[in-house]
């Protein structure tokens, strides 16, 4: 077996919501796996700590502020990333917000800020970044999807109408856009985590933590390390025939449907 199929030496990645959480893990994960490591968010402290992280493990690493909702800050960000590292491997669509709120009460202001960062994110950031990678002829994209965007969820466990909605966009926009890019040696995938103890969960998890877990099979909620398998996967060789798939890591959740 060729164990450099997951090796990302010399390779660069960007890592949108980098700063805290899953994103701060998925960040290392890719360091300890020989990439340079980009992170960015709009609380730039927070990424500067993750990158310092980075370097002492001994990657190259640079933080820099962004709202994944601004052209202009996401171009910065490409721009900074090909200047200092010369291309752009590997980039992870992390960043997310949510808004919870009976679905008939919802603001319509807090539907365009969940569907800003989520789906138009996710776009600009993917539209950019391929541009670069279409040109160097080769490329991985990952999107942080949601199990919620694939169905239904009660209201007394997650009021989150927006965020289930814009997770379902993501699905969707990985499978067109994998299918896009396929010809250019660039594979687009997405990761649907199940529950992830988070700074944008802990509420949710915390009031309904016996009814969500009787819902999953593994009867546990999922650990930080839980992903890092699937980001190597799908940042390294190992997936260059991986197109347009949504991997699912949830416990066994979807598996009763």
Do not use: H
Not at 45 to 66: N, R, T, Y
Not at 81 to 96: M, R
């Amino acid at each position: 077996m060729n164990l450099d199929l997951f090796s990302l030496k010399n390779k660069t990645a960007i890592v949108t919501g980098g700063g805290k959480g899953l994103g701060a893990q998925m960040a290392r994960v890719l360091a300890l796996a020989g990439a340079n490591v980009v992170v960015c968010s709009r609380d730039l402290e927070a990424c500067e700590k993750v990158s310092g992280e980075l370097v002492s493990f001994g990657a190259q690493s640079l933080a820099i502020a962004c709202d994944v909702t601004s052209q202009k800050d996401i171009q910065n960000v490409i721009d900074q990333t090909v200047a200092q590292f010369g291309t752009i491997d590997i980039l992870i669509n992390n960043s997310g917000t949510s808004w919870m709120a009976p679905a008939l009460e919802l603001p319509a202001d807090k539907w365009d800020k969940v569907m800003n960062v989520n789906v138009r994110g996710v776009f600009l950031f993917s539209q950019a970044a391929a541009k670069v990678m279409k040109s160097q002829g080769s490329g991985k994209i990952i999107n942080i999807a949601s199990v919620t965007g694939m169905g239904g969820t009660p209201a007394e466990l997650m009021d989150t109408i927006a965020y289930s909605t814009s997770k379902g966009a993501v699905i969707s926009f990985t499978k067109d856009l994998a299918v896009k890019l396929a010809p250019d040696n660039i594979q687009v995938n997405a990761i649907a985590p199940g529950f992830f103890p988070t700074k944008m969960t802990k509420t949710i998890l915390e009031k309904e933590n016996a009814a969500i877990l009787k819902g999953v099979p593994a009867r546990r909620f999922g650990t930080e390390g839980d992903l890092d398998g699937v980001i190597l996967l799908l940042s390294g060789k190992a997936s260059d025939y991986i197109i347009g798939q949504v991997l699912v890591v949830d416990g066994g959740i979807t598996a009763l449907v």
